[in-house]
């Protein structure tokens, strides 16, 4: 009489759990429960999945459709967690509130490293979970260090096959076993979700009933979809820089002969964030569409047939690639590699992806020629070496392959994927020669450092006086 709990905080995640169902991914159950968390920071004001349209066509696949907001009123799902000690209090409150009775739990939950997925695992102890990743980062190492309490008891991370052949490495660390959910049963839950997405202006209101219908169109007759991130939100970049790089993205499907482009920017972005890239396409002759209704991008891909995708380094450039053989390009991947901080950041992994992977937005012989495949060796070899100088001690025993890699391959491109100060402190190739190691952390060097700097600001304000 297992009672199977799936955790989901976005209607991309519903979706991946509904393809998962469908595709036999996982065991029978007497009882199936979706569980879904707005993370919103104002939820009362947001609508949550569950509100939104498409959601309708995925229920069916769930036995109750259950609120972790309404569970733990009037705390707020992206920041609580239960304290150590009332741990059995709570595991006891949702038993009686969603009528678990003692039935054992399976759980099935996102992004482990974070509440509320952190919270919901803690509560139901002794739960074997199993991981759905549905973006790049799981390609990267595991972000924060994960207690072994909840790390033994993760048997599979399953995940879509957003870059065939290669392998995730979240959470490698517990030998937990990768698994993909198939892309048909994904497409098939994607196209359910088109087909009851509301009317959007600008947009036609359904796909072509014939996938052949732009067969022979030159891919620059059709629009381009250019994907907004709200990088600024994360402190990666600053306002003004993301909207340099719309501009970017619209310059470059303009050179690329595109004269549509649509634009889905990111559902919590400012409404200013679309000013200027207005006002260049006026300039450039290019006619834009915003979409403002929050549908995902993959309805886009479904009724536009874009010609090109253009992003940053959202997920959605390789659902476009890898699921529906779109033309994508790259903006701004090279910028981010020098500003994300610290070299921990989980991000780095999508952006290393991104910008080894796809084309710049620039350079039309490679967009043109759009190869994907052939280079998941190298990537991967690449990833590993990345992914120890992220979390060495999550992944010690990378470190052999890290110091291959990095002595086979020091030059210019591969370079820009590491700092040098990273790899000296952790003794690896390409870090300060062993001589001149020691200068970061020697105490009296830093003194002398820190007074001269000192020195020099006193003298400057004198200077100003």
């Given at each position: 009489?297992?009672?199977r709990?799936?955790?989901?905080?976005?209607?991309?995640?519903?979706?991946?759990?509904?393809?998962?169902?469908?595709?036999?991914?996982?065991?029978?159950?007497?009882?199936?429960?979706?569980?879904?968390?707005n993370?919103?920071?104002?939820?009362?004001?947001?609508?949550?999945?569950?509100e939104?349209?498409?959601f309708?066509?995925?229920?069916?696949?769930?036995?109750?459709?259950?609120s972790?907001n309404?569970a733990?009123?009037?705390?707020?799902p992206?920041s609580?967690?239960?304290?150590?000690?009332?741990?059995?209090?709570?595991e006891?409150?949702?038993?009686?509130?969603?009528?678990?009775?003692?039935?054992?739990v399976?759980?099935?939950?996102?992004?482990?490293?974070?509440?509320?997925?952190?919270?919901?695992?803690?509560?139901?102890?002794?739960?074997?979970?199993?991981?759905?990743?549905?973006?790049?980062?799981?390609?990267?190492?595991?972000?924060?260090?994960?207690?072994?309490?909840?790390g033994?008891?993760?048997?599979?991370?399953?995940?879509l096959?957003?870059?065939p052949?290669?392998?995730p490495?979240?959470?490698?660390?517990?030998?937990?076993?990768?698994?993909?959910?198939?892309?048909?049963?994904?497409?098939?839950v994607?196209?359910?979700?088109?087909?009851?997405?509301?009317?959007?202006?600008?947009?036609?209101a359904?796909?072509?009933?014939?996938?052949?219908?732009?067969?022979?169109?030159?891919?620059?007759?059709?629009?381009a979809?250019?994907l907004?991130?709200?990088?600024?939100?994360?402190?990666?970049?600053?306002?003004?820089?993301?909207?340099?790089?719309?501009v970017?993205?619209?310059?470059?499907?303009?050179?690329?002969g595109?004269?549509?482009?649509?634009?889905?920017?990111?559902?919590?972005?400012?409404?200013?964030?679309?000013?200027?890239?207005?006002e260049?396409?006026?300039?450039?002759g290019?006619?834009?569409?915003t979409v403002?209704?929050?549908?995902?991008a993959?309805?886009?891909?479904?009724?536009?047939?874009p010609?090109?995708?253009?992003?940053c380094?959202?997920?959605?450039?390789f659902?476009?690639?890898?699921?529906?053989?779109?033309?994508?390009a790259?903006?701004?991947t090279?910028l981010?590699?020098?500003?994300?901080?610290?070299?921990?950041?989980?991000?780095?992994?999508?952006?290393?992806?991104c910008?080894?992977?796809l084309?710049?937005?620039?350079?039309?012989?490679?967009?043109?020629?759009?190869?994907?495949?052939?280079?998941?060796?190298?990537?991967t070899?690449?990833?590993?070496?990345v992914?120890?100088?992220?979390?060495?001690k999550v992944?010690?025993?990378?470190?052999?392959?890290?110091?291959?890699?990095?002595?086979?391959?020091?030059?210019?491109?591969?370079?820009?994927?590491?700092?040098?100060?990273?790899?000296?402190?952790?003794?690896?190739?390409?870090?300060?020669?062993?001589?001149?190691?020691?200068?970061?952390?020697?105490?009296?060097v830093?003194?002398?450092v820190?007074?001269?700097?000192?020195?020099k600001?006193?003298a400057?304000?004198?200077?100003?006086?």
């Amino acid at each position: 009489m297992t009672t199977r709990i799936l955790l989901a905080s976005t209607l991309y995640g519903a979706a991946t759990l509904a393809a998962a169902l469908d595709a036999g991914c996982f065991e029978p159950a007497s009882r199936t429960i979706l569980l879904v968390s707005n993370n919103a920071a104002n939820p009362e004001t947001t609508p949550g999945l569950d509100e939104m349209s498409g959601f309708e066509r995925l229920r069916d696949r769930f036995d109750e459709v259950r609120s972790w907001n309404e569970a733990i009123h009037p705390f707020h799902p992206g920041s609580w967690s239960p304290r150590p000690d009332d741990v059995p209090l709570w595991e006891r409150h949702l038993r009686l509130l969603w009528q678990l009775g003692d039935d054992p739990v399976h759980l099935v939950a996102e992004s482990i490293q974070v509440v509320p997925a952190l919270a919901v695992t803690d509560i139901f102890t002794g739960a074997p979970i199993d991981l759905y990743a549905d973006g790049l980062m799981s390609y990267g190492p595991t972000r924060n260090r994960i207690t072994p309490l909840i790390g033994t008891r993760i048997g599979r991370v399953l995940h879509l096959d957003l870059v065939p052949g290669l392998r995730p490495m979240l959470l490698r660390e517990f030998g937990s076993e990768p698994a993909v959910v198939p892309t048909e049963a994904f497409l098939k839950v994607l196209a359910e979700i088109g087909a009851d997405a509301p009317d959007l202006p600008g947009i036609p209101a359904a796909a072509p009933a014939d996938d052949t219908a732009d067969a022979g169109v030159p891919a620059a007759r059709q629009p381009a979809l250019l994907l907004g991130q709200y990088l600024s939100a994360l402190s990666i970049l600053t306002a003004d820089e993301e909207e340099d790089l719309h501009v970017k993205m619209v310059r470059g499907a303009h050179a690329l002969g595109h004269r549509r482009v649509v634009f889905k920017p990111h559902p919590t972005a400012p409404a200013r964030f679309s000013l200027r890239l207005e006002e260049e396409a006026a300039r450039l002759g290019v006619e834009l569409t915003t979409v403002e209704a929050p549908v995902i991008a993959e309805v886009l891909y479904q009724r536009l047939r874009p010609g090109l995708v253009v992003g940053c380094f959202s997920t959605a450039l390789f659902t476009a690639a890898s699921l529906y053989g779109l033309r994508v390009a790259r903006v701004g991947t090279e910028l981010l590699l020098e500003r994300l901080t610290p070299y921990e950041n989980s991000n780095r992994v999508p952006v290393t992806i991104c910008h080894e992977l796809l084309p710049d937005v620039t350079d039309r012989a490679a967009v043109e020629a759009q190869r994907l495949g052939g280079r998941t060796a190298e990537l991967t070899e690449l990833l590993a070496a990345v992914g120890f100088a992220m979390q060495p001690k999550v992944n010690p025993d990378l470190r052999e392959r890290a110091v291959r890699y990095l002595t086979k391959h020091q030059d210019a491109r591969t370079m820009r994927y590491f700092k040098r100060r990273r790899l000296t402190v952790l003794g690896l190739p390409g870090g300060l020669p062993a001589r001149m190691a020691f200068i970061p952390r020697n105490a009296r060097v830093r003194g002398v450092v820190r007074r001269v700097r000192s020195l020099k600001r006193t003298a400057a304000g004198e200077n100003r006086g």
